[in-house]
């Protein structure tokens, strides 16, 4: 019962990371990708952890600590990565009513 | 009172030492599943110089209010709404990038946070991370930039708000 429970749930984690995937090859621009990547890829890999967990009992605690890293580590990079973006002048779709607040507060007219 | 004590007689211990090394050596310990004298004797000393060289650093337990009873039961309930967002933000973006027509219409937002504490506002920066179609791009002291997919064609300031509330309202009660 347990070994299906945690077939299943590493079937619907490679699914979210397979969504992933194609949010990166997708999304037009860098800050979307972003998005797409954190993510999908956050919620994949916790439920391949938890699929591991069900299927090995015995690593749990182990598997749970790598949930917690992950948890915490994967949004934070995500937002450096972000912000570095924006910083270096990353492309952005052009749309005609574009919101920029960061670029306005920071005072770039260009 | 007896927190005061501690402190007044060694004021060249900072705050965050004694939560960080305790944290650090519990995931050590918890890493290695045994107490033998081979894994405390790598993990103490480590511990030690991780937690005084990022003395000034975050722990979960910083600002974490234990002596209040609420805080204590917001915090489940915090983590239930957290997963709830995540797996709603993970189904809003399947909806996005399988449809053929890619609805996105992304802008950078802006947006007051009520929390005070560093803890609570990092806690509130990675929850906004993760929640659907908003992504934070920069913390800079109670404003917070966010990135969305689809930016509200009106209201946009009132949109956002409402996104920072879910998670405030848990937040505020834990760290103030």
Redesign the interface.
């Given at each position: 019962m347990l070994s299906i429970l945690g077939g299943l749930l590493l079937v619907a984690g490679a699914a979210f990371l397979v969504l992933a995937g194609l949010g990166l090859v997708r999304m037009p621009d860098v800050l979307n990708r972003i998005q797409a990547g954190t993510k999908a890829t956050t919620l994949g890999t916790l439920l391949t952890l938890g699929g591991f967990a069900c299927l090995r009992p015995d690593w749990a605690l182990k598997l749970l600590l790598i949930a917690l890293f992950i948890l915490l580590t994967n949004p934070l990079s995500s937002q450096v990565l972000a912000h570095a973006a924006h910083r270096a002048g990353a492309r952005q779709t052009p749309l005609a009513n574009r919101v920029d607040r960061l670029a306005e507060d920071r005072g770039d007219a260009s | 009172m007896d927190s005061n004590r501690s402190t007044s007689a060694k004021p060249e211990l900072p705050i965050g030492f004694l939560p960080l090394f305790a944290t650090l050596l519990l995931?050590w310990i918890?890493?290695h599943?045994s107490l033998s004298l081979q894994v405390l004797a790598i993990g103490i000393p480590a511990a030690l110089a991780i937690a005084w060289l990022f003395r000034d650093g975050l722990s979960f337990v910083t600002d974490f209010r234990f002596r209040s009873t609420e805080a204590l039961r917001a915090a489940p309930r915090f983590l239930l709404f957290f997963f709830k967002s995540?797996?709603i933000?993970?189904i809003a973006?399947?909806r996005?990038?399988?449809s053929p027509k890619?609805p996105?219409?992304?802008?950078?937002?802006?947006a007051r946070t009520r929390l005070k504490s560093r803890m609570g506002r990092l806690l509130l920066?990675?929850a906004i991370?993760?929640t659907p179609?908003?992504?934070?791009?920069?913390?800079d002291g109670e404003w917070i930039?966010i990135?969305c997919?689809r930016?509200a064609a009106t209201d946009?300031e009132g949109a956002t708000a409402e996104i920072l509330a879910g998670f405030e309202r848990y937040l505020e009660v834990m760290y103030g």
């Open positions: - | 995931l918890l890493l599943g995540l797996v933000a993970n973006l399947a996005v990038v399988l890619l996105i219409d992304p802008g950078i937002v802006k920066a990675n991370t993760l179609g908003t992504l934070t791009v920069k913390l930039y990135h997919v930016v946009i």
